[in-house]
């Protein structure tokens, strides 16, 4: 069961593309741990605050991505971002990228959740938060 879904809407700017005018593979990285800060805020949890009042948040342990179209500078970009496993320390999102109705990227993130650096397990209402499937 897939929880709380989150969409980032963002346009492309000269300084997101390589030479050849496409968007640069890497940008999208950027892109995607937007949209993961913003999931984080759409559940009223701010990665700052956690961090500097805790010294705890979330690490990015692995991602699998496919990049299956090119976007270009001026094009509007959604990325929807997933919660599609939820354990007490982790996370599994599924991250897509689109133009309107095309798929540019699809990624699997899977995320730890750390305090000072070791895992431990979320607060409670995060994990219920990101479950939600409403």
Same mark, same amino acid.
């Given at each position: 069961m897939e929880g709380v879904r989150h969409v980032l809407t963002l346009r492309i700017y000269y300084e997101d593309t390589d030479f050849s005018g496409f968007v640069y593979h890497a940008s999208y990285l950027r892109f995607m741990e937007r949209a993961r800060t913003e999931i984080l805020r759409a559940i009223e949890f701010d990665h700052g605050r956690l961090w500097a009042e805790k010294r705890e948040g979330f690490v990015? +342990? &692995?991602?699998?991505?496919?990049?299956?179209?090119?976007?270009l500078m001026d094009d509007v970009l959604a990325? &929807? %971002?997933?919660?599609?496993?939820?354990?007490?320390? &982790?996370? @599994?999102?599924?991250?897509? @990228? %689109?133009?309107?109705?095309?798929?540019?990227? &699809?990624?699997?993130?899977?995320?730890?959740?750390?305090?000072d650096? +070791?895992?431990? +397990?979320?607060p409670e209402r995060m994990r219920q938060q990101m479950m939600r499937t409403e």
């Open positions: 990015v +342990r &692995s991602m699998e991505i496919d990049w299956l179209k090119p976007a990325v &929807s %971002t997933t919660a599609q496993d939820v354990k007490a320390a &982790s996370l @599994v999102l599924r991250q897509v @990228v %689109t133009r309107g109705e095309e798929v540019l990227v &699809s990624a699997l993130c899977k995320v730890a959740y750390l305090r650096g +070791r895992p431990t +397990r979320m």
